[in-house]
């Protein structure tokens, strides 16, 4: 089975406070892509970060790291020092297989709120 | 650059009516999606596309007809709209990226059916 999993549906935060949303997947495929992205109050999906199966390092963007552990299918996504403005409803997704086809599969997304 | 557009933006249907959500792109990727938002699920993928002429069906299909005889359009056909349809439909489009996939996304159709 192909599955994304966001355990947490809602997280409440303070601004500045750091804050982590998880994400774990499932696939049988050796060569698959994972993916977030970020949906603000205003509805478009904002692309955040692709990596790819091959690539286990850690990026950090800013105040946004990613921790990609294959050995525990999970590709988690860390805000510090977050803002309200990082309010916003995050979703991981996952592009199975070494083909493109234009086909994701979603998690149910976690929806951010981020108090002033 | 447009990227991906989408209309309409809002629509209501009565039930048993269709109607064509249309989607455009004007980057020529090849991968065209469909796919629909409701809550606590996320997005699940309705139809997609590899390139003109051939589309294949996703997840939730059922209700739902497209058709890809362009490269930079892609319309998804209600052909009679049920309540289970109430949704926010996104269109995407894609294209081989180094080190990946990356997906392009219009702003969404939000679609009430009465």
């Known amino acids: 089975a192909q599955k994304v999993t966001q355990a947490q549906t809602e997280i409440s935060v303070v601004e500045k406070e750091d804050v982590t949303l998880d994400c774990v997947y499932e696939?049988?495929?050796?060569?698959?892509?994972l993916f977030w992205y970020k949906q603000p109050p205003s509805g478009e999906l904002v692309f955040l970060i692709r990596?790819?199966?091959?690539?286990?390092q850690n990026e950090i963007s800013g105040r946004y790291s990613w921790n990609f552990q294959k050995s525990t299918s999970s590709f988690n996504f860390t805000i510090t020092a977050s803002q309200v403005v990082d309010s916003a409803v995050y979703f991981c997704a996952l592009n199975p297989g070494s083909s493109n086809t234009g086909k994701l599969i979603f998690g149910q997304g976690t929806t951010l709120q981020v108090k002033p | 650059n447009a990227g991906v557009t989408q209309t309409p933006k809002f629509q209501v249907l009565k039930t048993g009516q269709s109607m064509t959500l249309q989607c455009a792109q004007d980057m020529n990727h090849e991968y065209m999606s469909w796919y629909r938002q409701d809550p606590g699920m996320g997005l699940r993928l309705i139809h997609y596309s590899v390139g003109a002429g051939i589309t294949d069906q996703g997840e939730v299909p059922n209700g739902y007809n497209v058709s890809r005889s362009t490269t930079e359009d892609f319309p998804l056909r209600l052909l009679s709209a049920a309540p289970s349809q109430t949704s926010v439909y996104f269109c995407a489009s894609s294209y081989r990226a180094s080190g990946g996939y990356e997906q392009y996304f219009g702003p969404g159709t939000r679609l009430t059916v009465t």
């Open positions: 990596r790819n199966s091959f690539d286990e």
């Open positions: 696939t049988r495929d050796t060569t698959y892509y």
